[in-house]
């Protein structure tokens, strides 16, 4: 069974960092392409960044660009989101998944063993 585990979230000011965690059970990080996806109150989920297993292509949403930066760690089957110069409009549940395949597809109909999520509020 695939299950992810997200940690990592909670208060920070304008400005600030944070680091999420994603630890993955069931299945090999590796073997699928693997993102972070992030739902604010009253908007729809959307992808923020995906790692593709084929060739190791990261893709970035435009609105977190030269901010975010995911990687990962195969021996501990876990990713991360480190986050900086984080903004109010980051506050959002984040969430991680895999993809059905290799590569990183921008539907996130393509994604799934989609976790609990951890929560990231950017407040003064």
């Known amino acids: 069974q695939v299950q992810f585990v997200e940690s990592g979230g909670g208060l920070v000011q304008p400005g600030g960092s944070l680091m999420l965690s994603c630890t993955a059970s069931?299945?090999?990080?590796?073997?699928?392409?693997i993102g972070w996806f992030r739902q604010a109150p009253g908007k729809e989920r959307e992808r923020v960044s995906c790692i593709s297993s084929y060739d190791g292509r990261i893709y970035y949403a435009d609105s977190v660009k030269g901010r975010f930066a995911i990687s990962r760690d195969s021996a501990k089957n876990t990713m991360y989101l480190q986050m900086s110069g984080l903004k109010p409009e980051d506050t959002a549940v984040y969430y991680c998944?895999?993809?059905?395949?290799?590569?990183?597809?921008?539907?996130?109909?393509?994604?799934?063993?989609w976790g609990q999520g951890t929560q990231v509020t950017v407040s003064s």
């Open positions: 998944a895999h993809g059905s395949g290799y590569t990183c597809s921008e539907s996130l109909s393509e994604y799934e063993g």
């Open positions: 069931g299945f090999r990080m590796e073997d699928y392409a």
